[in-house]
């Protein structure tokens, strides 16, 4: 248990009215101690940088892990050499284009920041903020260790009645300098790698720095949980984060699916967008910004976490933000708060395609012991062209009765000859046959999920090429490579390699196929369908509920 502190409550919402404040709190800072201050993103708990009494202060107030490194403050751009050992171009750039503002940056550190301020790393994390009242406590004071001014696992405070919560008791004082402007922590890129890594999401966007440093890469951890064993790019990847006592779950699906399945659920909250709230009267509601305007969700939304368990809300369903723009920082946000926990409004109908003979029966044979339901599009192909089938009049219609023998079965050599006399006679086959198929396809799989199958799957060579990819809300590709597929078909057909070269080549190459599908499965020899499906079944199977 920390001791608890006498808090002293400053006001410091303009730099002039409100020196008096800006200037005790400044005086607290060169004394060595702990004050939480205003600033654009969100508020933080700060300490003289270079004093590692001071901040070791901080990791206490918070609660923090001790290797998680801290922000240093600066008010001033040429405080960075006192922090950073080099500053290269591309950091002057950035500081040029988006300082003072909800930017960090990682450099190399001079020997004079203590490890306590760095978490032992040999980098710095430096920022300038653009709120005024915190450049005028960095200007009156010295760079400034800062960290989020909430207690070590909660969201983030965006308003001074949440540092009051956390912080009173456990900071020298407190300032109150009214709501945060932007809402999430600033975005991290690092400039120690030799290409640029975000390492979390923020105001500054993912465009706004590719503008200025051509390529970035996004680090893993930003939308994704972290692996068991993976080493975090930045330590803060790694902790429990922004998390309410609310379970969340993040529901895929427009809102009229989602407004179905939340209120067929028995779930007591809803995080929902402004507006949308007429559809839960029965749940305790609570919105975070506009579905178009990422910029209002970022500033919402830690609030709307706190909100939620003053409420008292204990199991909640959540909309899922857009990821562009500023929405990547809000989805990382909240998948964290949500513990990357999904679920799916409806179940989904996927397609399974790829080039014949790459394994594509092998594994909706797979998926079906999961419990998907899987129409097989050869087979339907096949069924309406049987006796008696009805389809069957249509295509006499076009290619001539005499298609059709005397005992209404189809002469489907006949038939092929004139199909493929000429590309118009096989587009006109094939525009009568795919909406059919496509048709009675969709229908079954709609039924089967009625019926309580997990997912349904149109398993169709010709997905693209029939448009029935519209229709599927993922896609899984099948590829292997040439030789093994030539086996296979062999095998499978009782046809020479020759003839299995053949039909080949009439075909797209993979990328044809990978590109346009969500997971592609590599069936190459030997392999293991479960270690292939493993992010599918995680996304659409997993948490369907
Ligand atoms: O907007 C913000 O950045 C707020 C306000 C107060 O400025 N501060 C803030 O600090 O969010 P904090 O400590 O909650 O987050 C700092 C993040 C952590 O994820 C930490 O791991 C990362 O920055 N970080 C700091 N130094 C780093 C370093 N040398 N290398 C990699 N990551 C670093
Ligand atoms: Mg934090």
């Not at 978490?119 to 915190?134: F, K, Q």
């Not at 008791?169 to 890129?189: H, K, L, M, Q, Y």
């Not at 080549?505 to 499906?533: G, I, N, W």
Request: proline share 5%.
């Amino acid at each position: 248990m920390i001791n608890l502190k006498n808090t002293l409550k400053l006001r410091t919402f303009d730099i002039n009215k409100d020196i008096k404040d800006i200037e005790t709190a400044a005086g607290i800072l060169k004394n060595g101690g702990i004050v939480a201050i205003p600033t654009e993103t969100v508020y933080g708990l700060a300490a003289d940088a270079f004093d590692s009494e001071a901040v070791k202060k901080i990791f206490e107030a918070k609660g923090r892990p001790q290797d998680n490194p801290l922000i240093v403050h600066i008010s001033d751009f040429e405080q960075i050499y006192s922090i950073a050992k080099e500053v290269p171009e591309k950091a002057k750039a950035l500081a040029e284009a988006f300082w003072p503002g909800p930017l960090t940056i990682i450099l190399p550190k001079r020997d004079e920041i203590p490890t306590e301020t760095s978490g032992g790393l040999d980098t710095v994390a430096v920022r300038m903020p653009s709120h005024e009242v915190a450049r005028k406590i960095i200007a009156l004071s010295c760079p400034l260790a800062a960290p989020s001014a909430n207690i070590s696992g909660f969201p983030s405070p965006t308003s001074f009645d949440h540092v009051d919560a956390d912080m009173t008791g456990r900071a020298d004082a407190i300032c109150n300098g009214g709501d945060c402007d932007v809402g999430v922590e600033s975005t991290v890129i690092t400039l120690a790698t030799e290409i640029p890594v975000l390492l979390r999401p923020g105001g500054v966007t993912l465009e706004q720095l590719e503008s200025i440093l051509g390529e970035v890469r996004v680090a893993d951890a930003v939308l994704n949980p972290m692996k068991k064993d993976e080493k975090a790019e930045s330590p803060g990847m790694k902790y429990k984060h922004y998390s309410p006592d609310a379970q969340i779950r993040i529901v895929r699906g427009n809102l009229k699916e989602f407004a179905d399945f939340v209120n067929s659920s028995d779930c007591d909250g809803v995080l929902c967008f402004e507006g949308e709230e007429k559809y839960f009267p029965e749940k305790i509601c609570v919105t975070f910004g506009r579905e178009d305007d990422s910029l209002s969700q970022a500033q919402r939304l830690f609030d709307a976490l706190r909100e939620l368990d003053e409420k008292g809300a204990k199991n909640v369903f959540s909309r899922a933000p857009s990821k562009n723009g500023v929405g990547l920082a809000v989805c990382n946000r909240l998948y964290r708060a949500a513990a990357f926990r999904f679920v799916n409004a409806k179940k989904p109908i996927v397609g399974l395609t790829g080039p014949t003979g790459a394994g594509k029966g092998f594994i909706s044979e797979y998926l079906k012991k999961l419990g998907c339901y899987v129409s097989d599009t050869d087979a339907i192909a096949r069924e309406i062209t049987m006796k008696d089938s009805p389809f069957l009049g249509i295509l006499a219609e076009h290619f001539g009765q005499d298609i059709i023998d005397e005992n209404g079965e189809l002469k489907r050599k006949l038939l092929a000859e004139r199909a493929f006399k000429t590309k118009e006679t096989q587009s006109l086959l094939n525009s009568l046959m795919h909406p059919e198929i496509i048709r009675i396809s969709v229908e079954r799989c709609n039924e089967a999920i009625e019926k309580g199958a997990a997912a349904a799957i149109i398993d169709a060579p010709l997905l693209f090429e029939a448009g029935a990819d519209k229709y599927c809300d993922t896609i899984i590709a099948v590829i292997a490579p040439k030789e093994i597929r030539i086996e296979r078909i062999m095998k499978r057909d009782g046809i020479t390699r020759e003839q299995a070269l053949g039909r080949m080549s009439v075909q797209h190459e993979d990328e044809f196929y990978t590109m346009k599908s969500e997971f592609t499965v590599r069936a190459f020899e030997p392999y293991d369908a479960e270690e292939e499906l493993k992010g599918f079944v995680e996304k659409y199977l997993g948490q369907v509920m």
